[in-house]
């Protein structure tokens, strides 16, 4: 059967904040623009985690008042009537009662009690006919404290009356706060796992954007870039080639040369033209950013950028010259951030890889155990994504070994450590499937289109249903039901999967040729 090859969701980004501005109008920018994102090739994680709630709040009631009999009202809860939400002075203070609820680290839920009374209130004083920006950014408020409740879809249904309020043709400020609450919206539509809706939305700002600032300036290009980045994790690499261009040359223009803007950039472009099979470009963007780092003295960045390097080399099976890049980054990484950080363990699955495919399999295995032993004892500040991709990395060398029972059972750690992670779906997908494959080698095919049907589920609602990486999913898929004696249902899952991959790798690709002839035998069986 066609090999299947499990997607990627982008590097780790920061968890998702609660952003509330100090100024009414200054737009909320994302906070999980990366400084790498990851191609779709194997699976690891994704990005943005909210906090978690705090604790709930005492529910003890106040002691009554022994002279009078009568309870003691709270001391805001004058201010907090709904009849005082007309008091045009209402609205701020208890935007910045949310503020520094936030601040004061009381609880979300406080904040967001405060923060819907203070839209309310600012709904309420809007002049008639004119857009209340106040009450836009208050709505901002409230969707990152949702999000950050992991309430995303009231989020996105607060996002989606926000942007409604600004008009950007009554100038900066208006179309700052769409541009704001579009960037808003796409983040929040991610952490669903709603690719195709989040780039849409950042296509938006984007274009809100650009008319406010110009073409060329360089708040353009951070949200080109940041678009790029949701292309990649889309796996629609075109688009996301044609955005990260755009940031190159408007870095060009507004940067010195070698900036770390520049080397930011030359690092997706490398990424991008890597996932597109154009080694010899992703190496020359990879050295470019290589030298402007150095010339910061940003020497662990320069390691990071040596495994990618050595990661080219070994697609190009110039293993000697892989070998050197590895090596250097582990002596960087060992020195800077100890023997037991992740970043080694990430070094260590790149060699037990390389050394496999030079046929030196014992130094393999040896690396796989090194970096297992470092995922077992993380260090602290080591996430559960980073040891999540570590395991998914490590198990597909163990299917290499021909050690399925192993590689899955690295799956299902990995499965278990993403599984209440909000934000990781394309990450989950590529897991499932994996594991599906692993249940089909060992016979187990029941289990097999489960997870086949777990992974398809999420990947038609990431928007990724139109990726050669859909199309090898379902096409897998078929083959479990066959196994199953369901033909009329492989039947419809080849024929979709082939439609999708004479569209997406044209009909002479292994993977399309593959799965005609799982279509004819499928025919054949069922007397067509």
Same mark, same amino acid.
């Given at each position: 059967?066609?090999?299947?090859?499990?997607?990627?969701?982008?590097?780790?980004?920061?968890?998702?904040?609660?952003?509330?501005?100090?100024?009414?109008?200054?737009?909320?920018?994302?906070?999980?623009?990366?400084?790498?994102?990851?191609?779709?090739?194997?699976?690891?994680?994704?990005?943005?985690?909210?906090?978690?709630?705090?604790?709930?709040?005492?529910?003890?009631?106040?002691?009554?008042?022994?002279?009078?009999?009568? =309870?003691?009202?709270?001391?805001?809860?004058?201010?907090?009537?709904?009849?005082?939400?007309? /008091?045009?002075?209402?609205?701020?203070?208890?935007?910045?009662?949310?503020?520094?609820?936030?601040?004061?680290?009381?609880?979300? /839920?406080?904040?967001?009690?405060?923060?819907?009374?203070?839209?309310?209130?600012?709904?309420?004083?809007?002049?008639?006919?004119?857009?209340?920006?106040?009450?836009?950014?208050?709505?901002?408020?409230?969707?990152?404290?949702?999000?950050?409740?992991?309430?995303?879809?009231?989020?996105?249904?607060?996002?989606?009356?926000?942007?409604?309020?600004?008009?950007?043709?009554?100038?900066?400020?208006?179309?700052?706060?769409?541009?704001?609450?579009?960037?808003?919206?796409?983040?929040?539509?991610?952490?669903?796992?709603?690719?195709?809706?989040?780039?849409?939305?950042?296509?938006?700002?984007? =274009?809100?954007?650009?008319?406010?600032?110009?073409?060329?300036?360089?708040?353009?290009?951070?949200?080109? @870039?940041?678009?790029?980045?949701?292309?990649?994790?889309?796996?629609? *690499?075109?688009?996301?080639?044609?955005?990260? =261009?755009?940031?190159?040359?408007?870095?060009?223009?507004?940067?010195?040369?070698?900036?770390?803007?520049?080397?930011?950039?030359?690092?997706?472009?490398?990424?991008?033209?890597?996932?597109?099979?154009?080694?010899?470009?992703?190496?020359?963007?990879?050295?470019?950013?290589?030298?402007?780092?150095?010339?910061?003295?940003?020497?662990?960045?320069?390691?990071?950028?040596?495994?990618?390097?050595? /990661?080219?080399?070994?697609?190009?099976?110039?293993?000697?010259?892989?070998?050197?890049?590895?090596?250097?980054?582990?002596?960087?990484?060992?020195?800077?951030?100890?023997?037991?950080?992740?970043?080694?363990?990430?070094?260590?699955?790149?060699?037990?890889?390389?050394?496999?495919?030079?046929?030196?399999?014992?130094?393999?295995?040896?690396?796989?155990?090194?970096?297992? @032993?470092?995922?077992?004892?993380?260090?602290?500040?080591?996430?559960?994504?980073?040891?999540?991709?570590?395991?998914?990395?490590?198990?597909?060398?163990?299917?290499?070994?021909?050690?399925?029972?192993?590689?899955?059972?690295?799956?299902?750690?990995?499965?278990?450590?993403?599984?209440?992670?909000?934000?990781?779906?394309?990450?989950?997908?590529?897991? =499932?499937?994996?594991?599906?494959?692993?249940?089909?080698?060992?016979? @187990?095919?029941?289990?097999?289109?489960?997870?086949?049907?777990?992974?398809?589920?999420?990947?038609?609602?990431?928007?990724?249903?139109?990726?050669?990486? *859909?199309?090898?999913?379902?096409?897998?898929?078929?083959?479990?039901?066959?196994?199953?004696?369901?033909?009329?249902?492989?039947?419809?899952?080849?024929?979709?999967?082939?439609?999708?991959?004479?569209?997406?790798?044209?009909?002479?690709?292994?993977?399309?040729?593959?799965?005609?002839? /799982?279509?004819?035998?499928?025919?054949?069986?069922?007397?067509?």
């Amino acid at each position: 059967m066609p090999g299947l090859v499990s997607v990627k969701s982008p590097a780790e980004a920061p968890p998702l904040r609660i952003a509330v501005p100090d100024e009414p109008h200054t737009p909320i920018r994302p906070e999980s623009i990366r400084s790498e994102p990851t191609i779709p090739k194997s699976s690891s994680p994704a990005p943005r985690r909210p906090p978690s709630p705090s604790p709930s709040n005492s529910r003890a009631k106040p002691s009554p008042d022994r002279s009078s009999g009568k =309870k003691k009202s709270p001391p805001e809860k004058n201010l907090l009537d709904e009849s005082s939400l007309d /008091n045009p002075d209402l609205g701020p203070f208890l935007l910045k009662l949310a503020r520094d609820t936030i601040a004061s680290g009381e609880g979300p /839920n406080k904040a967001l009690d405060y923060a819907l009374r203070a839209a309310k209130s600012f709904e309420r004083c809007a002049v008639e006919g004119e857009p209340s920006l106040d009450l836009a950014m208050s709505l901002h408020v409230v969707a990152a404290i949702y999000c950050s409740l992991g309430r995303f879809e009231e989020a996105v249904s607060v996002l989606e009356r926000a942007i409604k309020v600004p008009e950007v043709s009554r100038g900066a400020d208006h179309a700052l706060a769409a541009f704001s609450g579009y960037m808003q919206l796409g983040d929040t539509h991610s952490m669903l796992g709603q690719l195709d809706r989040s780039i849409d939305c950042y296509k938006e700002g984007l =274009k809100v954007q650009m008319e406010a600032l110009g073409d060329n300036d360089p708040r353009v290009a951070e949200t080109c @870039r940041y678009l790029a980045e949701a292309h990649v994790q889309a796996m629609q *690499f075109d688009e996301a080639e044609i955005m990260c =261009k755009n940031t190159l040359e408007i870095h060009r223009v507004h940067s010195p040369p070698a900036s770390l803007e520049e080397a930011a950039d030359r690092r997706l472009m490398a990424l991008i033209c890597e996932a597109k099979g154009d080694y010899e470009s992703a190496l020359e963007h990879l050295v470019l950013a290589s030298m402007s780092m150095i010339a910061n003295g940003q020497e662990n960045e320069v390691a990071a950028i040596d495994v990618s390097i050595g /990661n080219i080399y070994l697609a190009l099976a110039r293993f000697d010259e892989a070998v050197f890049a590895y090596q250097k980054a582990l002596t960087v990484f060992k020195s800077s951030k100890g023997d037991n950080h992740p970043s080694v363990a990430s070094v260590f699955v790149r060699l037990a890889d390389l050394y496999y495919k030079t046929g030196k399999l014992r130094e393999s295995r040896s690396y796989c155990e090194n970096a297992l @032993r470092i995922y077992a004892k993380p260090v602290p500040g080591t996430t559960a994504e980073e040891i999540a991709s570590g395991m998914a990395e490590i198990s597909a060398i163990y299917e290499m070994f021909n050690e399925p029972e192993e590689a899955l059972k690295l799956l299902q750690k990995a499965m278990k450590l993403l599984e209440d992670k909000p934000g990781q779906h394309s990450t989950i997908s590529g897991i =499932k499937a994996r594991m599906g494959v692993m249940f089909y080698m060992v016979g @187990r095919y029941e289990e097999s289109q489960s997870s086949f049907e777990s992974a398809v589920a999420i990947l038609r609602a990431s928007g990724e249903r139109k990726s050669a990486f *859909f199309g090898v999913v379902l096409n897998q898929m078929g083959l479990a039901c066959v196994q199953l004696f369901k033909i009329d249902e492989a039947a419809e899952l080849f024929e979709e999967a082939r439609e999708i991959l004479e569209q997406e790798c044209g009909p002479c690709h292994q993977d399309t040729l593959g799965v005609y002839s /799982n279509l004819a035998a499928t025919y054949d069986a069922m007397g067509r």
